[in-house]
């Protein structure tokens, strides 16, 4: 069937069983369209002027035009194409599916759907389920123009989405699938991307202007995982912050692992009970809630790509970087691993406060200055491991146990916070367990002593410090100085197998603390 110049009234029923066109230069111009091939293509791509109205398409392969708004229903066993993007600017909305109830239109497509337009939306009718097994691809033409919007499980139908594949350029879009959400090639302005009860993957380039916020199995069905993952081909580059959230059991993960990731904003990891994000960029990373799992961060590729931990919970956190780490915010959490190559005077540093409730361990190249008077609401334990920097500082409110190996000096001070800081009063101590180090200076204040300027001085209104102690069975080496002190209290390190170049011991009041830093 060859449509020649049609003007609809109210309804066109086109039906041919081999096939549907248009004639060269010819439109349809008016009503609804109904178009049914059950054989055939149906092709009624000249610059059709539909404006409010509704195409219903029922073919093989199924291909409309438009210059105006046009709402679609598609039930297409080959591929569908629907296109306003010979209109003018923001003149042709695509609304996918519509009618209501029985009378719904379906988005059935056996292959691929694309969707065109100039500027405008694109938007899946809330009463309409979409099942489209192939790719899904739409260009609004512009990353600041034309909205993209499947809201599936969360419309006010709690319709499905199903799709094999995203493909999109859009400004502000919304992908809510009812099974797994494939993201391939994406460049838009904003990105909210959530499976109802399945994983999400990253298997092309996807790029944001501004936020990108990822969330997997959000119905937590634990049918199904809640995974968050990348293939080798499948990147994120976000303009501002984003967010990645898996379900906070044993089923969610967040493996964001490629090589060509860039974050410029705050990267918020949500819940997930291993999440791993890898950055060819600078980033800030706050885990929020993640108390079931663990969190790793990597820099890499060049030597400025600087982690910064801002803040929140975390139960096993691990930084590696290339350059240098900054910890930023309140953060609170059970093992602290930080671990950089960077060889600066600043390669481990701190602006927030920093509670470590299990293990900190450090690698560094370069100075590590944890000097937060405020650090600590528990104990900490430190591990040195293997860090080759000139300078080590460590502030902690509480006590420190301190062991590892360091060629560079190694100051601890434990016993930091006053009550305004968030601590108190009381004999905090340091314990000494396996440590080799160049030089030691440690002090175990009382909680209420005031650090500034390289200078301890305890308040002497607030009773003693704790001791300073070796653990059972260690042995100490410090090449160059040791230097230990405390308030009023003892200091004994007398194992079997203790070497020291100089040692000089006090116990007695306010003494400088030779290489403290500043206080922070």
């Known amino acids: 069937l060859v449509v020649p110049a049609m003007t609809v009234g109210l309804t066109a029923d086109l039906s041919s069983p081999t096939g549907i066109t248009q004639a060269t230069g ?14 055939g293509d149906i092709t009624l791509t000249n610059a059709n002027v539909i404006n409010n109205k509704t195409i219903s398409l029922t073919g093989r392969n199924v291909s409309f035009n438009s210059t105006q708004n046009v709402t679609v229903g598609l039930n297409a066993t080959g591929n569908a194409d629907i296109s306003t993007n010979v209109g003018a600017s923001t003149a042709g909305a695509v609304s996918l599916g ?17 969707v065109r337009t100039n500027g405008s939306n694109v ?3 809330d009463s309409s389920a979409v099942n489209v097994f192939g790719a899904v691809t739409i260009n609004t033409g512009s990353t600041t123009t034309g ?7 969360e419309s ?23 099974t797994s959400v494939n993201l391939g090639t994406i460049t838009v302005g904003n990105l909210l991307a959530e499976s109802y009860t399945n994983d999400i ?29 990348q293939t080798s081909a499948g990147s994120a580059n976000v303009g501002t912050t984003s967010e990645f959230r898996s379900p906070g059991n044993s089923r969610g993960t967040v493996d964001m692992s490629g090589t060509n990731n860039l974050f410029a904003g705050q990267v918020t990891i949500v819940d997930g009970s291993r999440n791993l994000i890898v950055a060819n960029s600078n980033i800030t990373v706050r885990p929020a809630n993640v108390t079931g799992g663990t969190l790793t961060v990597n820099t890499i590729n060049s030597a400025n790509n600087t982690i910064t931990l801002n803040g929140n919970r975390g139960i096993d956190v691990v930084l590696n970087s290339i350059g240098p780490i900054v910890l930023s915010g309140n953060n609170n959490m059970r093992n602290l691993t930080l671990n950089t190559t960077s060889t600066s005077a600043t390669s481990i540093t701190q602006t927030g406060n920093l509670s470590v409730n299990g293990t900190l361990t450090l690698t560094s190249a370069g100075n590590s200055t944890i000097n937060s008077i405020s650090n600590g609401q528990s104990n900490m334990k430190v591990v040195l491991s293997n860090v080759t920097g000139a300078e080590t500082t460590i502030y902690n409110g509480r006590d420190i146990t301190l062991s590892g190996n360091s060629t560079g000096n190694v100051t601890v001070i434990a016993g930091t916070a006053a009550s305004a800081q968030g601590g108190y009063a009381a004999p905090w101590k340091i314990t000494l367990g396996d440590l080799n180090v160049a030089g030691l200076n440690a002090t175990a204040a009382n909680g209420n002593s005031t650090i500034a300027a390289g200078v301890v001085t305890p308040a002497s209104s607030e009773g003693i410090s704790g001791t300073i102690t070796q653990a059972s069975g260690s042995r100490l080496h410090v090449e160059n100085t040791l230097d230990l002190a405390t308030y009023n209290n003892d200091i004994v390190v007398a194992n ?5 170049g100089r040692v000089q011991l006090a116990t007695g009041g306010i003494r400088t603390a030779a290489g403290v830093a500043t206080a922070g």
């Open 98 to 114: 519509g009618g209501g109830g029985s009378a719904a239109l379906p988005i059935r497509v056996g292959g691929t759907l694309q």
């Open 123 to 125: 938007t899946q009718d």
């Open 147 to 153: 909205n993209v919007t499947f809201n599936g499980p």
């Open 26 to 39: 010819l439109v349809i111009t008016g009503g609804n369209v109904t178009a049914n091939s059950s054989a």
């Open 201 to 229: 993957i990253f298997t092309g380039p996807v790029t944001t202007t501004t936020t990108m916020n990822v969330r997997a199995n959000k119905d937590d069905n634990s049918s199904f995982t809640g995974a968050i993952s």
């Open 156 to 178: 006010s139908n709690k319709t499905s989405v199903r799709a094999g594949q995203w493909n999109v350029m859009g400004n502000n879009v919304t992908f809510r699938e009812t």
């Open 496 to 500: 079997a197998g203790n070497s020291a």
